[in-house]
């Protein structure tokens, strides 16, 4: 009788203390954020380890998957558009098909895609990485030697990610709209006036700001909610897998609540 008693009421305190970890977990990644912001901002942040640090994650964190990511987003452009402009000359739309290639790929797709791509290849694995660091005290050594491990390890990992973010979202967009353009009126310019017109009527100021804010929301979300989970080990236990888990769960419900933002403020 007294253990299943005890269990019992292990759980039920697991449990009503399960709301006020999550409540913590989400002020620690807020917390974590701006100070990222902070240090982002100060010029003292960028001492020379810090910078050599820095230059080599926006290297690593960008270099390697910008060229076949914008080739994936090219031939994704190709094939999306030609399937729209097909469908809509089948139902006489055909007015309307590069508009919806551009809203569909350009406003939306591309900015997401892009950024669960940063998150999966480069900012999840650097947030398990940093938990990892913890775990083995790798972050004491650096205070003990007189660094301070947030500025030379985590910032920047995490500018690296916002960085590799808007640089994959930014190409892959021109490229889309190009290939858009010649998908539609081949190699000619005589079809510049009416593209130039449909991408004026698209992208007015509100959708250009929305557009802009998305994306760098978005870069934010895939680089801060990772390292925060990683580096404070956010209701977990410690281990690499459970960093990412909780990284990666955190991170998709942040960008879904973006996504639908942006499309109340697009559409609405």
Known sequence: MNAPSLT???????????????????WRIVFFGATILVLALAPSSYVPKARSALIRHLYL????????FTVLCALLTLVITRIVI????????????????????????????????????????NGAMLATMRKAGRFDELSRAGEDPVVTQVLPRALA?????????????????????????????????????????IFNPAVALIFGLKTLLFSLAVSVIPMASGLYDIEGDG???????????????????LEAVSLAGNYA
């Open 239 to 257: 281990s690499r897998e459970s960093a990412a888990l909780q990284g990666l769960v955190r991170m998709f419900a942040v960008l879904l609540i």
């Open 86 to 125: 097909v469908t809509a000359v089948s139902y006489g739309l055909s007015q309307y098909a590069l508009e919806m290639v551009i809203r569909v790929l350009v406003l939306e797709l591309i900015p997401l895609t892009a950024a669960l791509f940063v998150a999966l290849r480069c900012t999840i694995p």
């Open 61 to 68: 964190d960008t270099a390697p998957i910008l060229a076949w």
């Open 161 to 201: 990610g916002i960085y590799a973010t808007i640089t994959l979202a930014a190409l892959s967009c021109v490229v889309a709209l190009v290939i858009a353009y010649f998908a539609v009126y081949g190699a000619s310019t005589a079809g510049l006036p009416a593209y130039t017109r449909v991408f004026g009527h």
């Open 8 to 26: 019992h009421h292990h759980w039920l305190g697991h449990a009503a203390l399960s709301p006020l970890r999550w409540l913590l977990g989400w």
